[in-house]
């Protein structure tokens, strides 16, 4: 028999031996609203919280969850049912680590935004984070330029009064905080995009520009973005993971989440009107976040995407499964050395050899049954942040690339829809029928994939990447990915 997680039911879940919280969250009052409330946040940011109120201090950060789209209803309906409260499940190799988490207090509806607002606009608000996903800036990554040409954007920038957009909502509010002499907070970005704090304030200043130019130099003289690194491998939560949570703790919980037992957060301490001492349960502040932004978009994501689409066109269904796979793990490591991590300068405090060898070990991790599509996801955002970027830096400093051009006519040949034994790939990234259209039409002419300039650039202009990724994808169409990686492998 399962007991439903609540807060009437916390002493009975922690006589079953399950770690509780130490306090009583009607004690916390609330000083962050974070937009985005998936699995990530709840898995980092609100975990760090919940440590730190264990601890009896900083009450005053209580997180106040907001709706970004209208599939976060059903997570603050399943929140709220659960007196907001949720169980994280720590999973190493060889230990599941169970507790419940009490850090958020509230959760907006994102269907209203009046509430939103007067929310935002409160002083005791005093950092506003998000984790909206790499897509969720309105940047052209391969310009790093605003786009001020998304409909939702256009919407936003005529009227104020009922925004489509996060950053509508943001601005809305720090209008109103301007008007009423309170002092701005901060907006801190979680998501995992090279420096997401100055990607954040691009966006926003540049919405602002569309409405007001002295309202945007206000923002960029007053408003803080502090850049961050966030890290911790975690899975979607499907029935698996809720049923697991009833067979294995007897908990009943809607909205469990699974994650790796690593977990890391590296800030630039740059709140003004002050934050939660999270230095106090493993936060690292620093004055600059891009040397540790660098190895883990490049090495950890990066790597990711290398094992992604060889293994999805394999029918290889989750990460530790292809890292079992000696040729997804040799392709791997020998990009990783050849190329990526050549190109990662040395971070503070840092052993690099030693921080590879612990991703390889993460993503063997037989717990975290993080699935190859997920990885495979959205290539559209994350191909310009976790691969282009290192080809370009090969290019300047004269490394070769094979290995990086092989990965992209992967991505190339995954979008093309089938895999190697004929199976369907089905869609997988909000441009897919843009991408499978060009996918079919470059098995014909490769350079076609190359010409998306809003994803790959000049790079994808650059004389030897289009001879590598040509020979690569009209490799993989007529020899097979098993032999084209064998071959690069080799040496050939």
């Known amino acids: ?78 929140l709220e049912n659960q007196d907001y409260l949720f169980s994280v499940v720590e999973q190493s190799a060889n230990d599941n680590n169970f507790e419940v988490v009490g850090s958020i207090i509230d959760y907006l509806s994102v269907n209203d935004k009046l509430a939103i607002i007067e929310k935002l606009s409160q002083e005791n608000i005093k950092i506003v984070s998000l984790t909206i996903t790499e897509g969720g800036y309105f940047i052209d990554y391969s310009t790093g330029l605003f786009d001020d040409k998304n409909p939702s954007i256009i919407e936003d920038a005529k009227s104020l009064e009922n925004p489509k957009t996060v950053f509508g ?144 066109l394999l029918d290889i269904d989750l990460s530790y499964e292809a890292m079992r796979d000696p040729l997804v793990l040799e392709y791997l490591r020998k990009v990783e050395k050849d190329e990526i991590i050549p190109n990662v300068p040395a971070v503070p405090n840092t052993n690099i050899a030693q921080y590879y060898k612990k991703i390889e070990e993460r993503f063997s991790n037989p717990k975290i049954e993080d699935s190859i599509r997920r990885l495979c996801l959205d290539g559209t955002n994350r191909q310009p942040k976790f691969i282009i970027p290192t080809i370009a830096d090969c290019i300047k400093n004269n490394i070769d690339f094979k290995g990086l051009a092989l990965e992209s006519a992967l991505w190339c040949r995954y979008c093309y829809g089938t895999t190697e034994s004929g199976a369907t790939i089905e869609a997988n990234d909000p441009n897919w029928d843009e991408l499978h259209d060009i996918a079919l039409k470059a098995k014909d002419n490769p350079t076609l994939w190359l010409d998306m300039k809003s994803i790959y650039g000049e790079i994808g202009m650059n004389s030897k990447f289009r001879d590598y990724f040509t020979k690569s994808l009209t490799a993989l169409h007529t020899k097979g990915v098993r032999a084209v990686v064998q071959e690069y492998i080799a040496g050939k």
């Not at 005053?60 to 789209?69: D, K, L, P, Q, S």
């Not at 995009?193 to 100055?198: F, Q, S």
């Open 1 to 78: 028999m399962s007991i439903k997680l609540n807060k009437k039911n916390l002493e009975q879940i922690e006589s079953k031996g399950h770690k509780i919280p130490k306090y009583d969250n009607t004690s916390i009052s609330a000083g962050i609203v974070h937009f985005g409330v998936g699995n990530f946040h709840r898995a980092h940011q609100a975990v760090y919280l919940n440590r730190l109120f264990n601890k009896g201090l900083d009450k005053n950060w209580g997180i106040v969850g907001a709706g970004v789209m209208p599939y976060d209803e059903k997570m603050r309906e399943a």
């Open 169 to 312: 909502l943001i601005l809305a509010a720090l209008k109103r905080r301007k008007e009423n002499n309170i002092e701005p907070f901060t907006v801190m970005s979680c998501d995992n995009i090279p420096h997401n704090g100055v990607v954040t304030k691009n966006t926003l200043v540049g919405l602002a520009n569309m409405i007001d130019n002295n309202f945007a130099d206000w923002i960029k003289q007053n408003v803080a973005f502090p850049n961050g690194m966030v890290d911790r491998i975690t899975p979607a939560t499907t029935q698996r993971e809720r049923d697991s949570i009833v067979n294995n703790f007897q908990v009943s919980d809607e909205v469990p989440v699974f994650c790796e037992d690593f977990i890391q957060w590296v800030l630039e301490d740059n709140f003004p009107l002050g934050r939660p001492a999270l230095e106090k349960v493993g936060v690292e502040f620093v004055e600059d976040v891009t040397p540790y932004e660098n190895m883990k978009i490049r090495i950890l994501n990066g790597g990711h995407a290398v094992i992604a689409y060889i293994s999805g």
